[in-house]
């Protein structure tokens, strides 16, 4: 099967009285890695459910390749769902566990049955299931527990029988709400590898659902992040880095997450930082309070810069999180991140002061949209 | 005091034992003993006169003992597969399946476990007396056949079934009736077995419904034969009359004690992870 496109457009859908989507379009393309992120509740699963038809949706419509499955039910969407709790069937070994979504679907009732089945299923459909079981089960490296039952697991090995599942038939997508979360620190990062590694190499199209932004960048083509029931920005990790739409994509993008200082644009269209102009400036109709995103590495102590109070420094092996608040504004938290060698220059009362190349920052409008800015020819630092 | 404390428990549950198991004691020496001993108070448990073999081989053989054993497994057997094949399925729908009205109907099911069998009686023989159904084993069975109870054991059973496995096997092509005693009901085995427990024993034990629909000796269930059987056969004669209650309720007691693993288990509820 070749890899699917799927789209949604105008999906819908409330529980009772909350609006849980807000009409969402969403074209995702076939053979990519697209993610969706954003803050546990904000309907990534809700979206993900109503791709596999496990959901309905109030309104809008769901299309797999050229095909219209809104009305389809979930077993002829020909997807496969990897779930967090990874669902597997506790009475079936894992061997059971993987044929079953072939057996399902290439052998009649009368053939699935425990005892009489082995009689009436036509040999040649049955050693293809087992050859294709074995085949999966090799590519996660989970032959010897064939014959386990799903309890005798240690939950990375659950977690490989349920993709192993999901990749014995060659759907036109994978569906994964948020497969790893219930692994240890180590393992996740490991399994992040190797999913990227089974994407590679499949080449099939991947929608994953994630709460974890670090999942999200370090795997994903493209990143859909979502904030109650919309898509904020969909984009490439980079843009969603280098370019956050909103203030909500700026804040949940990043380790650690971006510094925001309440900043005024005044009449002229001036950006007035901490009491001073910034050298960018934004067209006139965007005059009020506005917020300015600068990330932890864009910052740099320098004479001159903005007073920040040091409250302490965190060494990460290479890497070294200075964090603290603003000398004038207790309220706001500023946190640098520079190389673990540099000095944190810090004055007698504890302050330091930064700066930062000001065409990097980020400026958002009350709104919380992006604005852009313009930078003139001269630059200020 | 550490012994104290830890048989204390022990103890105080054995005493409250004994009244519960008396009149099962009493009616296994009474079967022992010979029709002079009968009324002789003392619980002494070597009767003077072992008189077992005359009252045991008199309750099997001047009764039908194994015809109304026969009529017994019909009845229980018929009215468990009834109940488990309707409730199964209304539990998983109560449970598992969302459509307008669930909590309504659940209530309602709730509420119909208040209503006692007894207030029943009256309109289920006039029915079945006008549908000329009287002295037929159905008439024994069909009032059993849908048991709120039932529905509400696996309803509270099935609720902690994984929903992700449902929605698995629903991706996967398996259909709702497939999920719904394949995977779901599978999970739920003690409550399974449990229910089969209380059902098993109520009705094989039941005198009260067939006394009223059957009046035919043939179709009579072990209560109620032994009760025809005490008036005809044998006026007095306790001894074998206890006789044949104790070959009544042996099989329910081996009923009980196979069971009785998956029957706790399935009465605490904690069936499925
Ligand atoms: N079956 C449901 N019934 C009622 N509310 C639901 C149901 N499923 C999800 N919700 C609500 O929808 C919102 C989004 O849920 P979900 O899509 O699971 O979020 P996420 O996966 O992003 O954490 C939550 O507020 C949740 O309470
Ligand atoms: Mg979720």
Redesign the interface.
């Known amino acids: 099967m070749q890899p699917q496109s799927l789209q949604l457009s105008g999906i819908r859908k409330g529980f009772g009285a909350d609006d849980v989507l807000k009409e969402i379009d969403l074209s995702v393309r076939p053979g990519e890695f697209l993610s969706l992120v954003g803050m546990s509740g904000c309907g990534k699963s809700t979206l993900l459910?109503i791709m596999?038809?496990?959901e309905t949706p109030d309104s809008g419509t769901v299309s797999i390749g050229s095909r219209d499955v809104t009305n389809v039910?979930?077993?002829d969407r020909d997807?496969?769902?990897v779930?967090?709790?990874?669902?597997?069937?506790?009475?079936m070994s894992v061997r059971q566990n993987i044929a079953?979504?072939l057996r399902?679907?290439n052998l009649s009732l009368g053939a699935r049955l425990p005892l009489i089945g082995r009689m009436t299923a036509k040999a040649s459909v049955l050693s293809k299931i087992d050859a294709a079981v074995n085949e999966a089960a090799d590519v996660l490296q989970i032959g010897h527990l064939l014959d386990r039952k799903p309890a005798q697991l240690s939950g990375g090995q659950r977690q490989r029988v349920a993709l192993a599942r999901a990749l014995v038939r060659s759907p036109a997508a994978f569906l994964m709400d948020e497969p790893l979360s219930n692994l240890d620190a180590k393992l996740r990062a490991h399994m992040r590898e190797e999913l990227s590694g089974l994407h590679r190499r499949l080449g099939a199209t991947f929608i994953y659902v994630t709460h974890d932004q670090i999942e999200a960048m370090t795997m994903s083509d493209r990143i859909a992040l979502m904030s109650s029931g919309r898509i904020e920005q969909l984009g490439t990790p980079d843009e969603l880095y280098q370019q956050p739409a909103t203030v909500t994509v700026a804040r949940f993008i990043g380790t650690p997450s971006i510094n925001l200082l309440p900043v005024e644009i005044d009449a002229s269209g001036r950006v007035m930082a901490l009491g001073r102009p910034l050298g960018v400036s934004v067209p006139a109709r965007y005059a009020g309070p506005a917020m300015l995103g600068i990330r932890a590495e864009d910052l740099r102590p320098a004479a001159g810069g903005f007073a920040v109070k040091v409250l302490r420094s965190e060494t990460y092996g290479a890497d070294r999180y200075v964090t603290g608040h603003l000398a004038d504004d207790q309220a706001v938290c500023i946190v640098m991140r520079q190389a673990a060698g540099d000095p944190i220059a810090v004055n007698g009362e504890g302050l330091s002061h930064l700066v930062f190349p000001e065409q990097r920052a980020h400026l958002f409008g009350a709104d919380g949209n992006r604005i852009e800015t313009t930078v003139p020819a001269r630059i200020a630092i | 005091m550490v012994l104290l404390r830890k048989y204390l428990p022990h103890l105080v549950l054995a005493l409250g034992a004994i009244p519960m198991l008396l009149p099962f004691y009493w009616m296994l020496l009474t079967s022992f003993r010979s029709p002079a001993e009968i009324f002789d108070v003392s619980l002494w448990p070597i009767p003077k006169n072992f008189d077992a073999v005359e009252n045991y081989a008199r309750a099997a053989g001047q009764v039908p003992m194994a015809r109304f054993m026969l009529n017994g497994v019909i009845v229980c057997l018929g009215i468990l597969i009834a109940q488990v094949l309707t409730a199964v399925p209304a539990a998983y729908a109560l449970a598992k399946l969302r459509f307008p009205a669930r909590k309504l109907m659940l209530s309602l099911v709730i509420a119909a476990l208040c209503i006692p069998m007894q207030a029943l009686a009256l309109p289920l023989y006039v029915g079945l007396a006008k549908t000329d159904l009287l002295n037929t084993y159905f008439a024994m069975m069909s009032p059993f056949f849908l048991s709120v109870f039932a529905i509400f054991l696996f309803h509270q059973s099935f609720r902690s079934y994984?929903d992700?496995?449902i929605?698995?096997?629903?991706?996967?092509?398996?259909s709702e009736m497939e999920i719904c005693w394949g995977?779901v009901l599978?999970?739920s085995l003690p409550s399974l077995a449990a229910f089969a427990v209380f059902s098993l024993v109520a009705h094989w034990n039941d005198l009260y419904w067939p006394m009223i629909v059957v009046t035919d000796t043939n179709l009579a269930p072990p209560p109620l034969g032994m009760l025809f059987f005490s008036d005809v056969e044998s006026g007095a004669n306790y001894g074998a009359l206890m006789a044949g209650a104790t070959i009544i309720t042996a099989p329910m007691v081996v009923c009980f004690l196979f069971a009785r693993k998956h029957f706790i288990a399935g009465l605490t509820m904690t069936g499925v992870?």
Do not use: C, V
């Open positions: 459910r596999a038809g496990l039910d979930p077993s997807l496969a769902m779930f967090q709790s990874y669902a597997l069937y506790p009475h079953t979504p399902m679907r | 994984p992700e496995i929605e698995a096997a629903r991706i996967d092509g398996f995977l599978r999970g992870k």
